[in-house]
């Protein structure tokens, strides 16, 4: 660990990834916080909570697009830079609510997290072209720890700023110079980042997609469309939980004695610890789970804490069971990933993994849409009933499939 913490490649990444999740983490809150201020506030959260999801289904196009770049590193920083005139730009704006400038601000926003997608794909190719095999599951599991640590470090920020300032327009500076900051980490390890020039040709859909079975087929015994689809349905159910607790909050929070934002700041700060303890430990139980096990309890882990929310809504459950989401994405992730990169073409790594990306989270937003909608219309039972009623199908779909293709594995080994 001491020698991959010296890592010339991790130092720049890591402090660069510092700056943003701490920017990126802050600005959430606050637009959340900025949203429950409207006169309709299950609307505007909602809104909010639906568009945030919505950038991950770009994945494939902002990882064919981080393929194709020519000088990945010039843009990795240039983008930071940009992202943070788009935070000085609503900095001008946000202070005036109106429904015009609110969903003005969640576009920027918007167009802040695409930007940061496409970052996160040319990220993911430095690290395979830059770090030793052996090495990339823990540089990556380290790299997220980071986000996951500083989240709430960020949102206990933006929830000061909000209780002693009450400016939002403060928030978008501050967002703005932790961008400015984390370009300049970029540019001081410049040498560290660069990748070897390599550009590959335009890769045909169906060939993308023949590397996506194979390489799904070799590390999880299930079918590309199978495996694909129940972490799309998991996707659906991890994600719905921030809009759903965004929502029961706001008549949830009164009962339980604190404010809004510091039951959002809590979830967040229990999901980001299991999360962190998830990728960083390497001796529990469940790291002796092959890849098939982890899936089975990622899936368990958010159908109980929809059980907690259904039956017994209590602060410290609640919190435990964003704790467990938490650990068990903290464990699947990293491994999942780590696995499938020795297998991938690197002149197709970014399309590939922002494929794997955009075809799993393109049901969240629909998803999540569906569910702000069946809560504001029908109630929060209904909401959580249905994530459950999915979850279970995702995971007799999961049992039943691997149980078909492990024969045939078998026979081939």
């Known amino acids: 660990m001491r020698v991959l913490l010296k890592n010339r490649t991790l130092q720049p990444i890591a402090s660069a990834n510092f700056f943003t999740t701490l920017g990126v983490s802050l600005f959430n809150i606050i637009l959340l916080t900025y949203a429950k201020d409207f006169h309709d506030p299950h609307w505007f959260v909602s809104i909010v909570s ?22 990945k590193t010039n843009w990795l920083i240039s983008t930071k830079f940009i992202q943070a005139g788009l935070y000085l730009v609503l900095a001008l704006i ?3 609510r109106t429904a015009s400038i609110f969903y003005t601000v969640v576009a920027i926003n918007f167009i802040s997290d695409l930007l940061g997608r496409y970052g ?5 190719i430095v690290i395979q072209d830059r770090v030793a095999p052996d090495d990339r599951q823990q540089v990556m599991g380290i790299n997220t720890s ?64 023949l590397v996506i079975q ?49 039951a959002i700041l809590m979830v967040n700060v229990v999901f980001v610890a299991g999360s962190v303890l998830g990728g960083i430990t390497k001796n529990t139980w469940f790291d002796r789970f092959s890849l098939f096990q982890l899936l089975l309890a990622a899936i368990l882990a958010p159908m109980v804490t929809y059980l907690i929310l259904l039956a017994l809504p209590r602060l410290l459950l609640i919190l435990g069971g964003m ?14 990933f780590a696995i499938m990169m020795p297998q991938i073409d690197p002149h197709l790594t970014g399309t590939v993994f922002g494929t794997i990306s955009s ?55």
Not at 50 to 61: A, H, K
Not at 166 to 182: D, K, R
Not at 323 to 336: E, H, R, S, T
């Open 50 to 71: 639906i568009v945030t999801v919505v950038p991950y289904v770009f994945g494939g196009l902002t990882g064919r697009l981080a393929d194709q770049t020519r000088r």
């Open 94 to 96: 946000i202070n005036r």
């Open 120 to 124: 996160g794909n040319i990220l993911t």
């Open 146 to 209: 980071v986000s996951t640590i500083i989240e709430p470090l960020g949102q206990t920020l933006g929830v000061l700023i909000i209780a002693w300032w009450q400016n939002y327009a403060l928030a978008g500076v501050v967002n703005a110079l932790t961008f400015i900051l984390a370009a300049v980490c970029l540019l001081v390890g410049r040498s560290a980042i660069r990748t070897t020039p390599k550009v590959a040709v335009q890769p045909r859909h169906d060939r993308v997609w």
């Open 214 to 262: 194979r390489v799904m087929m070799t590390t999880t015994g299930m079918g590309a469309v199978s495996y694909l689809g129940i972490l799309m349905i998991l996707n659906v159910a991890t994600m719905s939980s921030d809009a759903i607790l965004n929502l029961m909050f706001i008549d949830l929070a009164p009962r339980m004695h604190v404010s809004y934002s510091a």
């Open 323 to 336: 704790f467990a989401v938490g650990f068990m994405n903290g464990k699947l992730d990293p491994k999942m």
């Open 359 to 413: 075809i799993v989270t393109l049901a969240a937003p629909v998803g999540s849409v569906g569910i702000v909608l069946l809560y504001n219309l029908v109630g929060a039972t209904a909401a959580c009933s249905l994530v459950i009623g999915m979850s279970a199908l995702a995971l007799i779909w999961a049992v039943m499939v691997h149980q078909g293709d492990s024969m045939p594995l078998n026979k081939n080994i």
